[in-house]
């Protein structure tokens, strides 16, 4: 059953999550919780009977949560590795499901397991969903008053919460007005993306990506590419499409 304190929320996983430090295994679970500390992912708290013995430190840090309370901290020892302050715990919070579970600083782990694959970035929201969909639509896309691609071959990725992406063929895309840059992203839902930029136009830096070998669920995009509804201009079916507003405007 879901908890509710202020803006944090808490349920039960249902998935077995296994973390590694150092090659060793630092914690196994199949009683994870997600809390959502922010309301655009959750963030995974797990049981400390869970967690393996002797690889948590603990260390005069205290941090503290409005809504979870006064957070004790630990440093984190596994396979030669030392992670600082990276795992704590809030034993007298005011949401009861919290008060024996440790919450890992997710990028000091070297990785996260769902099951048996590997998951980055944050855990995957079991309430979002990310669809796939070839499309014969006619896209257009501008950056910067420059016309960069021009396909009737999309594929369109529905994902929760973020307007509609559309995934075009590589040979409809001007790729020689595009520079690769050293930008690089990761995904729990599609993957690891690589970057281009349009020289010259303010709007066209990173403007453009792919994912050269996504994950299973989103293979359907693998190797075209994609543009910023925020910052291109996009016509579908020769209507323009208005730039929505998020996190990447």
């Known amino acids: 059953m879901a908890e509710q304190r202020g803006r944090v929320r808490v349920e039960p996983g249902q998935k077995r999550v296994r973390v590694y430090l150092g090659g060793e295994l630092v914690a196994d679970t199949t009683r994870p919780l997600l809390v959502w500390e922010l309301p655009y992912y959750p963030a995974y708290y797990l049981p400390r009977a869970d967690v393996r013995g002797g690889v948590l430190q603990a260390t005069s840090t205290t941090s ?30 005011p949401i009861e499901d919290l008060r024996d579970a440790i919450r890992f600083d997710w990028n000091a782990m070297d990785s996260w397991f769902e099951e048996d694959e590997e998951v980055y970035v944050h855990p995957r929201d079991p309430h979002k969903r990310v669809d796939t969909l070839h499309s014969s639509r006619h896209v257009e896309v501008s950056v910067g008053g420059v016309v960069v691609a021009d396909s009737a071959h999309p594929v369109l990725l529905f994902e929760t919460g973020l307007p509609v992406r559309y995934y075009l063929p590589q040979v409809d895309v001007r790729m020689d007005l595009l520079e ?8 729990p839902y599609k993957g690891t993306a690589r970057y281009w930029s349009l020289p010259g136009v303010p709007e066209g830096q990173d403007v453009a990506w792919s994912y050269p070998t996504p994950v299973a669920e989103s293979i359907k995009v693998a190797g075209r590419v994609a543009f910023y509804n925020e910052r291109a201009d996009i016509t579908v079916d020769g209507i323009p499409q208005e730039r929505p507003q998020t996190p990447f405007s």
Do not use: I, L, M
Not at 180 to 187: F, L, S
């Open 180 to 187: 690769p840059t050293d930008k690089v992203t990761q995904c």
């Open 64 to 93: 503290r949560s409005p809504s979870r309370g006064t957070a004790q901290h630990f440093t984190v020892k596994a396979g030669g590795k030392e992670a600082v302050d990276a795992a704590w715990t809030y034993p007298d919070s």
